[in-house]
């Protein structure tokens, strides 16, 4: 094997990471591409080949990024009601978390980027954008974890559902998007958004609700790459909290 057809070595480095309550993984380097192994290298589904995740620049978070402010934009949800609206999920089928029963976790965020596709102009700069991508990545490896938890788990944005299609695919996400594109869920609740260019995007936050009901609020988040363990925390039945709002 080699990297180009000038080159006939394998360039291969490995970084290994776990978290609280995270299964290990390892990094690997082959050339230009990053891989992710989960575990001891092994896969359930296919146990002598390594579940590999391939990274990319949209999986990292860039330093010195602006830190959101808490505008207590969301200070006003705990307790509200679901909006009763059904909204398309990538599966097709059309989801209303309102009859959703048990707890719901709906992580709300702006953009998911797609590789070789330039982010909007002054992504990095605006506090809360940047940062989709690892969000998504980190409910995904948190996600057996907050089933185990009796969690379901939703993301919602206003991009099509062909949209997030591909974003789904592409992250491997063991769980459906949900598209707010007429903005029906956001201007019931009137979640915050913003607008870059020519788009009305929502600002990230977390719904935590139970029989239909939102019992917490994750907002502002920061950094977005940490925040499924920060949710995986607060569900823990040993960890719970009587604070409405967390960050």
Known sequence: MSTSSRDT?????????????????????????????HGNGSDARSPAIPHLYMTSPLTGIPKDLPVPID??????????GVPDVGLRSTSGAFVNVR????????????????????????????????????????FRDHYSELRRFGAEVFGLSTQSTEYQREARKRLELPFELLSDEAFAFT??????????????LLKRSTLICNDGVIRHVFYPIFPPDQHAASVVAYLRPDDQTKDSTKT
């Open 99 to 138: 009859e959703r029963r048990g707890t719901t976790v709906v992580y709300i965020y702006p953009l998911t980027g797609r590789p070789n596709i330039p982010l909007p102009k002054g992504w990095n700069d605006i506090p809360g954008a940047r940062g989709c991508t690892p969000e998504a990545c980190g």
């Open 71 to 80: 505008d207590g934009a969301c200070r006003r949800l705990v307790g509200l």
């Open 187 to 200: 201007d019931a609740l009137r979640l915050p958004t913003f607008v870059v260019g020519s788009l009305r």
């Open 9 to 37: 070595s394998l360039q291969f480095g490995m970084a290994s990471g776990a978290g609280n309550g995270v299964a290990s993984f390892s990094l690997y380097t082959v050339g230009y591409q990053t891989f992710r192994i």
